[in-house]
């Protein structure tokens, strides 16, 4: 009973934790962000969230989406990473295809953009090619 307990407290603390870097993804400082997209870089990476994103994706979605187009390098190549790990945690059904429908546009955008860096156009092209293997719906 208590390690149940005590699992389920980590459980709540890990997600309290994750809320807080989504909250910080809309901070105006663009530190607040990037240390935002680095600690969520490492959460997606390291442990299955599903339901906890499955409830959040459409916020992280539109948070993805600014740091895409406000950003600049570092946290635009954060972004993409932090993307493909959010495709790749949700999967192949509706929900990883709509979160790639919704921002293809803005990665393809950032991937074309000469003006962007290049480790930003990398990890755009990156999560792209990922999303697409992932999330693209079945073209028969």
Known sequence: GSEAAAEQGQEEEVED????HVDNLL???????QAALQSLRLAFSSKTLSEFLLERRLTLTDCL?????KGKGEEQA??????TLLCLQMGSGPEGEEVFRSLKPLLVSVLTDSTA???ARQS???ALGMCCYIA???LK
Request: glycine share 6%.
């Open 65 to 69: 989406e600014k740091c895409l187009k």
């Open 117 to 119: 860096s290049t480790g």
């Open 27 to 33: 901070d105006k400082s663009a530190k607040t962000r």
């Open 78 to 83: 954060l972004a993409g990473t932090v993307l």
């Open 17 to 20: 934790r994750l809320k807080e």
């Open 136 to 138: 693209a719906a079945d």
């Open 124 to 126: 755009c092209a990156t």
